[in-house]
């Protein structure tokens, strides 16, 4: 099979939820020597999409999500451990703790992002969804973390993004924390309204956008978040 096919079959898989031939799929990817993260981006993550816009037609419903998530974990858990830290710039270390914010329980986006930021050096505290306000700013404090990274998948949900920095402004620790939001409803101008010091649109971006706030020499809160589109 050639490698647009095996990566429109993962794409397929996904979509379908077929938990089975996707794990057969991404072995086979990796045994044509394709790299994993190009199999992720051009095949696993526009299978979700498909099932995304079945479900905005109403052809699809919530099993399908479901099962399209539990696809991409098990699709995820055969690649990851073969994406190589040289793939990736070295970066300055620091912690960065990661969650999905209150209300929303998708972890996929916010876990590739984690899994990026481990292979590129990062300490990575991910405290998994649906987290508190609080809860971001008292592990950041525990932790002694450089960055608050916060992941949102619905509209509602992405207003906790302003919320923990609102927060973090009450309590005069605004200063301490590069503040990163990302997602799929979030844009550069949300970033921007809520007062973020950066956006990344996709979670290889995120590492390049936290290596470029942790080594840039600006303390936060930066006048205008930087972003990274890639
Ligand atoms: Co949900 N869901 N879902 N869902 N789901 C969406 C997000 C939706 C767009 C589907 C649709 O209508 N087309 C829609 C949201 C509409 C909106 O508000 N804008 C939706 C809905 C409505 C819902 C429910 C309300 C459905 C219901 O119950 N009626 C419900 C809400 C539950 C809740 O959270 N309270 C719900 C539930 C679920 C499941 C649990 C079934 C499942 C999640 C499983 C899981 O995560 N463990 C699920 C799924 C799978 C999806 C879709 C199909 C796929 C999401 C996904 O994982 N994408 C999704 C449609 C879609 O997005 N195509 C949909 C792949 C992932 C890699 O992408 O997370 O965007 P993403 O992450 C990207 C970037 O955004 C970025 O990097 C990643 C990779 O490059 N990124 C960051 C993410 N976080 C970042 C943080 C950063 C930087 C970059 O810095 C901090």
């Not at 397929?12 to 394709?34: C, S």
């Not at 290596?211 to 205008?224: E, I, M, W, Y």
Request: proline share 5%; with cysteine; hydrophobic share 45%.
């Amino acid at each position: 099979m050639s490698k647009a096919e095996l990566i429109g079959r993962l794409a397929t898989a996904i979509a379908d939820g077929d938990e089975e031939t996707v794990k057969e799929t991404a072995r086979a990817v990796l045994a044509a020597g394709i790299d994993p993260l190009e199999a992720i981006t051009q095949g696993a993550v526009k299978g979700l999409d498909i099932i995304g816009e079945r479900y905005q037609r109403l052809e699809a419903f919530l099993p399908d999500l479901i099962r399209g998530g539990d696809a991409m974990k098990a699709c995820l858990g055969v690649f990851l451990p073969h994406v190589k830290p040289e793939q990736m710039q070295s970066i300055s270390s620091g912690t960065v703790v990661i969650g999905t914010v209150s209300g929303d329980i998708h972890d996929i986006g916010k876990n590739l992002v984690a899994s990026m930021l481990s292979v590129t050096g990062f300490d990575v505290c991910d405290i998994g969804t649906d987290v508190p306000v609080k809860r971001f700013i008292e592990k950041a404090e525990e932790v002694k973390a450089r960055v608050i990274a916060m992941s949102a998948l619905l509209t509602y949900s992405a207003n906790y993004q302003k919320q923990v920095i609102d927060y973090l402004k009450d309590r005069g620790l605004r200063e301490k924390y590069y503040v990163v939001v990302g997602g799929a409803p979030v844009s550069p101008e949300w970033a921007a309204d809520i007062g973020a010091d950066g956006y990344a649109r996709t979670a290889i971006g995120a590492g390049r956008l936290m290596k470029k706030l942790v080594g840039g020499g600006t303390a936060p809160p930066l006048p205008q978040p930087l972003v990274v589109e890639q």
